[in-house]
């Protein structure tokens, strides 16, 4: 079972762009059929499935969300990373990555969008 871990800044500014990482060890991202998420839970309330990109590097995003997501890979790295732009108050949450088949999740990182 992979593992997985994720990273960056706790604060962003109102407008800027969120950047996170995950940094998967255990297994290759590249590794046939695997397919990588991230995931997001709102303070008090659900979970919010931002998106995926798979094996091959091919991504899907959530319609509320496609117009200011965008994930890429460093497969160097064994990472795949989360970009937000334009963001608001209402995207503070903990963020989490997330792999399939295996069911495995990161820890999360809190993030606050505040001035």
């Known amino acids: 079972q992979v593992q997985l871990q994720e990273s960056g800044p706790g604060l962003v500014k109102p407008s800027q762009t969120l950047s996170l990482t995950c940094t998967v060890s255990?297994?290759?991202?590249?590794?046939?059929?695997?397919?990588w998420s991230w995931i997001r839970q709102f303070p008090g309330k659900g979970l919010e499935w931002m998106g995926i990109i798979s094996y091959g590097g091919d991504t899907y995003y959530n319609p509320s969300l496609k117009s200011r997501t965008s994930f890429s890979r460093d497969t160097t790295k064994n990472q795949f990373t989360l970009q937000l732009t334009s963001v608001t108050p209402e995207d503070t949450a903990v963020y989490y990555c997330?792999?399939?088949?295996?069911?495995?999740w990161g820890q999360g990182t809190r993030v606050s969008v505040s001035s």
């Open positions: 255990g297994g290759s991202i590249t590794a046939n059929n695997y397919y």
């Open positions: 997330y792999s399939f088949p295996d069911h495995s």
